[in-house]
Nanobody, 124 residues
Framework: QMQLHESGGGSVQAGGSLRLTCSVSGTVGDTYCMGWFRQVPGKEREHVARWHNVAGVMFYADTVKGRFTIAQNSTKTNVYLQMNNLKPEDTAMYYC?????????????????WGQGTQVTVSS
């Protein structure tokens, strides 16, 4: 079973940057799909980016395109969500999630494993 742990959240001013880390451990297959989601209390969880460890980046939501970037470290144990030019509307709890083998969609139910989340707060 895959274990995920997010870190790197915090508070920044609008226009600032943060890098979130999703540490992947446990039973990690040769191929998997990772999604980044965010959620504001009282709202549905929003899918912001999707990445496959072999195929590469597959999707960025329009709300973050051009500002957020996914990358992986050389040992392939961490996946990063680099967030630049942050806006107050980016304030949310951010989650990484994975599923084995390949990406099938952007719904929460398309992912099997979830981290506990890390809070991002952007002030104006």
């Amino acid at each position: 079973q895959m274990q995920l742990h997010e870190s790197g959240g915090g508070s920044v001013q609008a226009g600032g940057s943060l890098r979130l880390t999703c540490s992947v451990s446990g039973t990690v297959g040769d191929t998997y799909c990772m999604g980044w989601f965010r959620q504001v209390p009282g709202k549905e969880r929003e899918h912001v980016a999707r990445w496959h460890n072999v195929a590469g980046v597959m999707f960025y939501a329009d709300t973050v395109k051009g500002r957020f970037t996914i990358a992986q470290n050389s040992t392939k144990t961490n996946v990063y969500l680099q967030m630049n030019n942050l806006k107050p509307e980016d304030t949310a709890m951010y989650y990484c999630a994975t599923r084995d083998y390949f990406c099938i969609g952007s719904r929460e139910t398309d992912f099997n494993y979830w981290g506990q989340g890390t809070q991002v707060t952007v002030s104006s």
